[in-house]
C-alpha cells in the first residue's frame, strides 16, 4: 500500500509540476490548468494524508484504502473530461459561427467589390 | 451582389463539398427552371474547382473558410438568405441527386399550402425510385416508426435534403439548425414550434459523380446520433414548455416575430439605399 501510496505522490507532483511548467510556456491557459492543478492536489493530499484516505473509503464503503485513491483518481479525472467537454462543445460552437459569419461577410465584400 | 425583389424571394441553395463535375449541371438545370431566383452555392471548403466550376455557370459563391460539415454548411446559408430578407429557401444537393425540374413544385408547394416546409419526397407517391442504399433504406423505415409518433403524422422520406422553407422556418433555422445528419431533427424541431410541413412528390436520381458519406459502417453511428439529437431536441422543448409560463412564452415569441420584423425592414431599407 505504501508503495502504491509514493507512486501516487510522485505522480500527483509530476502533473503538477508539468501543468505549472506548461501554463509558463504559455501551452496551457491559465483558467484551463485550474482542473489539472486541483486534480494533483486532491491527490497528493489524499496520497499523503493515510488518515483522510481511510475515512474517505470508509465514506465510500471500500475496504482497501488503495481501491479508494483509485476510484477517486478515476473520479477526479472524469470530471475534469467531462469539464474539457464542455469547454470543446463551446469552442467548436463559437467557432462554426465565426466561420459562416466570416463566409457571410467575404461574401458581401465581394459583391461590393463586383458593384465598383 | 443577389437581391431578393429580383429574385421574386427565391433563393437556391446549394451545399457542396467537392462537387466540380457535377456542380455546374446542378446550377444550370436551376437556371432553367427558375431563371429569376437566385443561387447561391454554399462551398464547403472544397479542395478541388467546385468554387470555380460555380461561378462560370452563373451561381453565386459562398465560400467557407473551414470544413463545417452538412449541418454547418447549410446553415450559413440559411443565415445568408435570411439576412438578405429572402422569402423562401430551396436546398438542392450539389451531388445531382435532386432532379431540378422538381424545384417549381417545391416552391408552389410553399406558397399554396402556407406551410412552413416543403419536403420532396422519393416515396410520397409511386415515384419509381431505387436509388437509395440498402443501409440508407434501413435506417428510413426506423425513423418513419420513430417519427410517427413525434410528428403525430407520417412522413415519407424523412432523410430527404431535397427542401423548401418559407421565412418562418428560415428564421428558426438561421439561428439554430442541427450540425450532423441534420434533415430529421429539423422536423422535430419544426414540430415542435407548432410549424407545418408537406411533402411533395420527387424524382431522386443516382449521384452523378463521387459516393455517398453514408456508407453501411457510418448507419449505426447515423441512427444512434439521430435518435439522440431527436430524443434532446424534445426534452429540450418540452422543458420550456414545463418550466415558462405560457403568457411569458407568447410574448416571447411576440418580440422575437417583431425583431424578425424591424430586421427585415432595416434589411429593406438599407437595400433602397443602395439602389
Known amino acids: ?116 | 451582389m443577389i437581391d431578393p425583389q429580383q429574385a421574386d424571394g427565391v433563393f437556391v441553395l446549394i451545399p457542396a463539398l467537392n462537387e466540380e463535375a457535377s456542380v455546374g449541371e446542378v446550377i444550370r438545370g436551376v437556371r432553367a427552371v427558375l431563371p429569376q431566383a437566385a443561387i447561391v452555392v454554399a462551398d464547403d471548403s472544397s479542395t478541388d474547382a467546385t468554387r470555380s466550376v460555380a461561378l462560370a455557370a452563373g451561381a453565386e459563391v459562398l465560400s467557407l473558410p473551414f470544413h463545417l460539415g452538412l449541418g454547418g454548411c447549410v446553415q450559413a446559408g440559411y443565415r445568408l438568405a435570411f439576412e438578405l430578407g429572402f422569402e423562401y429557401v430551396i436546398r438542392v444537393d450539389g451531388d445531382g441527386q435532386h432532379d431540378p425540374r422538381d424545384v417549381p413544385r417545391i416552391l408552389d408547394a410553399l406558397r399554396t399550402t402556407g406551410c412552413q416546409m416543403a419536403i420532396g419526397s422519393r416515396f410520397c407517391e409511386d415515384n419509381g425510385n431505387g436509388h437509395t442504399s440498402a443501409p440508407r433504406a434501413i435506417g428510413i423505415v426506423i425513423f418513419r416508426l420513430l417519427l410517427r409518433p413525434i410528428l403525430g403524422r407520417s412522413v415519407h422520406d424523412p432523410t430527404s435534403g431535397f427542401v423548401g422553407v418559407n421565412r418562418e422556418a428560415l428564421e428558426v433555422f438561421s439561428r439554430s439548425f442541427p450540425l450532423e445528419y441534420p434533415e430529421i431533427e429539423a422536423l422535430v424541431v419544426l414540430q415542435r414550434r407548432r410549424f407545418q410541413f408537406v411533402e411533395v412528390p420527387c424524382r431522386m436520381r443516382p449521384r452523378l459523380t463521387g459516393r455517398s458519406t453514408i456508407t453501411a459502417p457510418k448507419s449505426l453511428y447515423y441512427i444512434i446520433h439521430v435518435l439522440l439529437g431527436v430524443f434532446v431536441n424534445i426534452l429540450k422543448f418540452e422543458r420550456r414548455r414545463w418550466f415558462r409560463p405560457k403568457k411569458a412564452s407568447a410574448q416571447a415569441q411576440a418580440v422575437v416575430r417583431d425583431e424578425s420584423r424591424k430586421a427585415s425592414e432595416e434589411q429593406a431599407g438599407v437595400r433602397a439605399k443602395g439602389n
Not at chain 1, 39 to 59: C, D, F, G, H, M
Not at chain 1, 67 to 95: E, G
Request: net charge positive.
Open chain 1, 1 to 116: 500500500m505504501d508503495r502504491l501510496l509514493n507512486v501516487m505522490t510522485l505522480l500527483s507532483i509530476g502533473l503538477f509540476v508539468l501543468v505549472l511548467a506548461s501554463v509558463r510556456r504559455a501551452h496551457i491557459r491559465v483558467e484551463y490548468s485550474v482542473s489539472w492543478l486541483g486534480a494533483a492536489i486532491v491527490l497528493l493530499v489524499l496520497s499523503r494524508s493515510r488518515s483522510l484516505l481511510e475515512w474517505v473509503a470508509t465514506l465510500l464503503g471500500v475496504r482497501s484504502a488503495p481501491l479508494a485513491l483509485i476510484m477517486l483518481a478515476l473520479c477526479v479525472f472524469l470530471v475534469v473530461f467531462y469539464r474539457f467537454s464542455v469547454i470543446i462543445s463551446s469552442l467548436k460552437d463559437a467557432n462554426i459561427a465565426l466561420t459562416q459569419r466570416v463566409a457571410i461577410l467575404e461574401f458581401h465584400l465581394q459583391a461590393m467589390h463586383e458593384r465598383r
